[in-house]
């Protein structure tokens, strides 16, 4: 069988700050299959940047993986040394970020910033680097390549800034690509045109594993998707099952909030109250303070992830089993 892309067992990672330990992902299980566009969603807050860098080492003190395995097409992440760890990183994953700005060099031009990307990882002559960043970039989509390798960043707008992160993040043609809210500061046809690039990336042969706390973006390029609240997986399926079936009454409102802000209508749907402080959880499950379905079970104890329906759709909801996913509408 095909190995997986990523494959991320109970992973929890903390900061350990002065209030107490923050349990900023907790038990989260996740794959991405080969040659799929895999999304995390949620509000902000839910712990899904803390997952992405925990997959690249990137997670900042006073925050640390403390438990979990992390695969690797197969290959354990956990337990080798950081430096094995670093370059089986660097050869088969690439991360991008929100804002380009801040991860661009703002004193180099943005040509020579995709040449060093390569050099890092590859032996080649500097002309041979020059001519594959330049490919690179007419391939992510920039016009003129010539004038614009001349650029420094902030001489770039912002569609170009995340496709010159995009074309360095993609040059060593790595197997996974992970992008953490890549388009939120663009506008929507930049936005667009950034994901029509990264479903082609994919069908290149590159998994994606997308994060986004907007739905409509998940909708439009996922082939499965994790929702996180709090810290924790809170149901996943494939994206159709997650749109018509939503199980979780969190996926439900998040869907709800986003058709009504579609729609013209008079009354913006949300969900009431905030993500809770991860220092202060309420007791079972930590959406039941914001659940308008919350029974007594729900207010003592965790639910654990639990079938609902189709294949490889999962729950945590003790309301699952019960209801059987009514439509949304319906609700
Ligand atoms: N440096 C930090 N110190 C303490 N807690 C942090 C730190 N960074 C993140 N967290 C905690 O991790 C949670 C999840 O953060 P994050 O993964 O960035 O959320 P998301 O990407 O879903 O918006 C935050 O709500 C916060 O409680
Ligand atoms: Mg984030």
Known sequence: MESKTLEIRNLNTSFFTQQGE??????????????????????????????ARSVMGLVRYPGRVVS??????GKAMTGISGKEACSLRGAEVSMIFQEPMTSLNPVMK????????LLLHRKLSKKEAAKSAAQMLEKVGISDVKNRMECYPHQLSGGLRQRVMIAMAMICSPKLLIADEPTTALDVTVEAQILRLM????????????????????????????VMYAGRVVEQADTMTLFDHPAHPYT?????????????????ATIPGVVPNLLHLPAGCSFSPRCGQCQEPCKTS??????????GHLVRCF???KEKQQPVEAI
């Open 199 to 226: 479903k082609q990336l994919c069908d290149a042969g590159t998994s994606i594993l997308l994060i986004s706390h907007n739905l409509g973006v998940i909708a439009q390029i996922c082939d499965y998707v994790y």
């Open 319 to 321: 309301l699952a089993e």
């Open 252 to 268: 439900r409102g998040l869907l709800q909030a986003a058709r009504s802000l579609r729609s013209d209508a008079e009354v913006l």
């Open 302 to 311: 965790m639910p654990d992830m639990l079938p609902a329906g189709e294949k």
């Open 22 to 51: 923050v349990r900023a992902a907790c038990d989260v299980c996740l794959e991405v299959q080969p040659g799929q566009i895999t999304g995390i969603v949620g509000e902000s807050g839910c712990g899904k940047s803390v997952t």
């Open 68 to 73: 979990g395995e992390i695969l690797l097409d």
């Open 110 to 117: 943005v040509g020579k910033q995709v040449e060093e990307a």
